[in-house]
């Protein structure tokens, strides 16, 4: 590679983070996955993302004055004009800090740098690269611990004056739930539809004396059970695992019927470990929003899965710079 240039993409985790090198053509030419620091100092956090930004960039085969810029996406709530991480639940060493300006200062030579929400981030790569680039319009879930959302609308996507918009997870689908949610709600959308949930939903059958696969392939141990084993059980047909992805699914319909009369989306798109359980998840979801949301005439047909898997948010980081070219 001579005169081209690339992006940078971050995605960082509470666990691990990822980097990549996309070209301007949307073709990631390297990406690793490394951990995250379990360090309670940002610095250590900084100084591990700067050396990942190096290798990434050798092993793209260019240089770092070929580098355009780069992105990152958290975990958490950004404040983008500051450059800044708000804060962030799953690693709290990193609020408050102008990571784009620590990132920036360990390697001077790159000169832009832009910071996200990672379900923002997911939505700009499935809008640009993955399965909304043929329309304008999108909603995306990320379907895991939390519930993020990410919106466009006319071709880029919206978080609005304060960053708040796609915080789906803390939507109040049920007033009347007893479950509190980590924000200190009750009947938010992720205690109906998170992972906790499904989990839940799983040992509460089991515990009820509910004969089912998930306990065999859990090995009788409640602390095996993931929504990844309950689906392995749906699959083969188990009638309590089928029962947890169906009540899942008719919550993450009802959240999508509510989204569509806000933003009018083309295209509804699925993301995250639990949206890959596949059908066991998306026919609930279709089944709810076409009986619930008539007076759209959204097509659930148009309920997709996401495309990108797990390099969405390295896609989504990296095109914040070309978003910005
Ligand atoms: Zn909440």
Not at 26 to 39: F, Q, V, W
């Amino acid at each position: 590679m001579k005169n081209a240039t690339v992006a940078i993409g971050i995605d960082l985790g509470g666990t691990t983070f990822a980097v990549g090198a996309l070209d301007c053509d949307g073709k990631l030419l390297a990406c690793n996955s490394y951990d995250t620091p379990a360090s309670d100092q940002a610095s250590d956090i900084c100084d591990a993302i700067a050396d990942a930004i190096r290798a990434t960039v050798r092993a793209a085969g260019a240089r770092l004055s070929q580098v355009a810029g780069f992105g990152i996406g958290i975990p958490g709530r950004a404040d983008p004009p500051a450059g800044a991480i708000v804060v962030c639940p799953n690693l709290h060493a990193l609020d408050g800090v102008r990571i784009v300006a620590e990132l920036k200062r360990r390697i001077p030579s790159i000169r832009r740098g832009f910071v996200a929400n990672d379900a923002e981030a997911a939505a700009l790569a499935e809008l640009r690269y993955g399965a909304a680039r043929e329309v304008e319009n999108l909603l995306l879930l990320t379907l895991g611990t939390g519930i993020g959302g990410g919106i466009a609308m006319d071709n880029r996507v919206i978080r609005g004056p304060r960053y708040i918009i796609g915080e789906v997870s803390h939507m109040v689908l049920d007033p009347s739930s007893k479950r509190r949610c980590g924000c200190g709600n009750f009947g938010c959308f992720e205690t109906l539809a998170g992972k906790q949930a499904i989990i839940d939903m799983a040992l509460h059958g089991l515990q009820e004396g509910r004969c089912s696969l998930i306990a065999e392939l859990a090995g009788n141990d409640p602390s095996k059970v993931t929504p990844e084993l309950i689906a392995e059980a749906a699959r083969a047909g188990d009638e309590l695992a089928l029962e947890v992805y169906g009540r899942a699914g008719n919550w993450i319909g009802i959240a999508i019927c509510s989204m569509i009369v806000l933003c009018d989306p083309d295209l509804v798109v699925l993301g995250g470990g639990i949206a890959a359980a596949g059908d066991i998840l998306f026919e609930p979801v279709r089944r709810t929003v076409a009986q619930r949301s008539r007076i759209s005439g959204f097509d659930p047909a148009n309920i997709v899965p996401a495309e990108l898997g797990n390099d969405a948010g390295v896609y989504g980081a990296a095109a914040l710079v070309w978003e910005h070219t």
